[in-house]
């Protein structure tokens, strides 16, 4: 079982920045791969960035150059870098983690507001 904890979301007015932080039960360095999500009101859920047990990433496209995903882990935690933000980033921000036999874990998620 893996625990996942996020923090950082909160009101932020566009072109700011925030950053995200995702905090694990375990050591992440066991875990295939973790990642961010986003859901939007009215909205599917959607990947924002991914990055793998060997430190690679994956964005989608639409966010590539504002958003950073990195990791320590020395720290179990998994860091979000939000630059730039628009209105339209606005959603719940989930953290995901999948095992090394592919079972996916969530975070409660923590809300992003960004302000026109």
């Known amino acids: 079982q893996v625990q996942l904890v996020e923090s950082g979301g909160g009101l932020v007015q566009a072109g700011g920045s925030l950053r995200l932080s995702c905090a694990a039960s375990v050591r992440i360095f066991s875990i295939n791969a973790m990642g961010w999500f986003r859901q939007a009101p009215g909205k599917q859920r959607e990947l924002v960035a991914l990055?793998?047990?060997?430190?690679?990433?994956q964005y989608a496209d639409s966010l590539k150059g504002r958003f950073t995903i990195s990791r320590d882990d020395a720290k179990n935690t998994v860091y979000l870098q939000m630059n730039s933000l628009k209105p339209e980033d606005t959603a719940v921000y989930y953290c995901?983690?999948?095992?090394?036999?592919?079972?996916?874990?969530w975070g409660q998620g923590t809300q992003v507001n960004v302000s026109s």
């Open positions: 990055i793998s047990r060997s430190g690679s990433t």
């Open positions: 995901n983690a999948v095992s090394a036999v592919g079972y996916n874990f």
